[in-house]
Every structure is written in structure tokens, then in C-alpha cells.
T-cell receptor, first 115, second 112 residues
């Protein structure tokens, strides 16, 4: 297994366009997280999944953001009608959850620039 | 919202010195984890300490946890230039379904 893979690595889009990011977690991991990180800040929680079930979506997240994990394997994060404030690094992580959290493995992230 | 708050925000030391970073949190936890991030890269897990543990070691890393003060510290001994990175604590808060919440991080610079 090569670890958590995120695609694309970089995305430049015009304001108002929709973008979709993909995350392929470590295959045996049942938990998948999405975070957003801006320069000089810590990762901000967006949402997470247990298998295919979305457990929670951050209240800070607008309705323009949606995430799926259709078969409990890969996940997609879609941002509709992008705004300049959406420019950030989007990080995906996966872990093996057994009642409490364990070590999370992160992908290299997708850097989004909205122009 | 961030559960953990790291202190200091930035730390600059010479190679060979020890680096200590602190993390304070607000609610009861199942465990606390420390991660490292090199510039522009993903995060790498360093160490996990459970709520019933007080100290853990891994190589040059030593983590302590004081649940009465709701704080943790990460000590890197005999630092190297390659330790230059940002360090984050993440908490798995009790009754929050295993959601990991990160602090703002400490930016460590180790000068050769």
C-alpha cells in the first residue's frame, strides 16, 4: 500500500466554478477525514466518515461544500461556486478506528487557488 | 473551532539543543496525538498518548500528558536541522466519536 493519495495536487480555478477533489485512503482503514489548512494555521476539521457513513460536517462549512464516500473506499470533496476565501490546502487522512482514534495517515494535500 | 492550543507559536534554537512545545486543550480526551508537518506537505504522525498514560517516549521524542491541567508537552532532545517543521497536537475528545481536532501548531526552526 502506498499510503493516502490525493488528486489533484494543485488546482487553479476561477471564482464561481465548481471543483472536485479525490482522496484514496489506505485500503483497510475504515475512517476518513477531510481538513482545510491555510498558511500558518492548523488543519481545520471539515468532515469525516466511518466506512460510507458521513458522521459529522463542520458547522463552519457552508452548503457549497459536500463530501461523499460512496463505497467506503475513496472519497470526494466538492466545492460549488468557489470563492477566493476557499483558497487553501485540502488535506485527507485515514485511520483504523476501534472505538477510539488511532494514528491518522495524511495525504500530501490538494492546494486550491481561486482566482 | 480548535480544541488544542500550542505554545509557543514559534521557536528558534541551535542544533543540539532541546525543544519543548506545549499543548493545552479544553475538554476531556480519549487520547492526544502529536504530528509534524514539513513546509507545504502532509502531516506525519509522531506519537499517541492515551488519557491514562502520563509519559511516552519514541526515539528523541518525549511526550507528557497532565489530564488535571489539560495539557501536554512534546520534548525533542538533541535537535537537528532536519527537525525544522511545524508541530501540531490533535485531540480525540471524549464522546466526540473519534474526531481529531488540531491546534494551531508550533513552528520550530533548528539552526545548524
Amino acid at each position: 500500500d502506498t499510503g493516502v493519495s490525493q488528486n489533484p495536487r494543485h488546482k487553479i480555478t476561477k471564482r464561481g466554478q465548481n471543483v472536485t477533489f479525490r482522496c484514496d485512503p489506505i485500503s483497510e482503514h475504515n475512517r476518513l477525514y477531510w481538513y482545510r489548512q491555510t498558511l500558518g494555521q492548523g488543519p481545520e476539521f471539515l468532515t469525516y466518515f466511518q466506512n460510507e457513513a458521513q458522521l459529522e460536517k463542520s458547522r463552519l462549512l457552508s452548503d457549497r461544500f459536500s463530501a461523499e464516500r460512496p463505497k467506503g473506499s475513496f472519497s470526494t470533496l466538492e466545492i460549488q461556486r468557489t470563492e477566493q476565501g476557499d483558497s487553501a490546502m485540502y488535506l485527507c487522512a485515514s485511520s483504523s478506528y476501534r472505538g477510539v482514534s488511532t494514528e491518522a495517515f495524511f495525504g500530501q494535500g490538494t492546494r486550491l487557488t481561486v482566482v | 473551532s480548535q480544541q488544542g492550543e500550542e505554545d509557543p507559536q514559534a521557536l528558534s534554537i541551535q542544533e543540539g539543543e532541546n525543544a519543548t512545545m506545549n499543548c493545552s486543550y479544553k475538554t476531556s480526551i480519549n487520547n492526544l496525538q502529536w504530528y509534524r508537518q514539513n513546509s507545504g506537505r502532509g502531516l506525519v504522525h509522531l506519537i499517541l498518548i492515551r488519557s491514562n498514560e502520563r509519559e511516552k517516549h519514541s526515539g528523541r521524542l518525549r511526550v507528557t500528558l497532565d489530564t488535571s491541567k489539560k495539557s501536554s508537552s512534546l520534548l525533542i532532545t538533541a535537535s537537528r536541522a532536519a527537525d525544522t517543521a511545524s508541530y501540531f497536537c490533535a485531540t480525540d475528545a471524549y464522546n466526540q466519536g473519534g474526531k481529531l481536532i488540531f491546534g494551531q501548531g508550533t513552528e520550530l526552526s533548528v539552526k545548524p
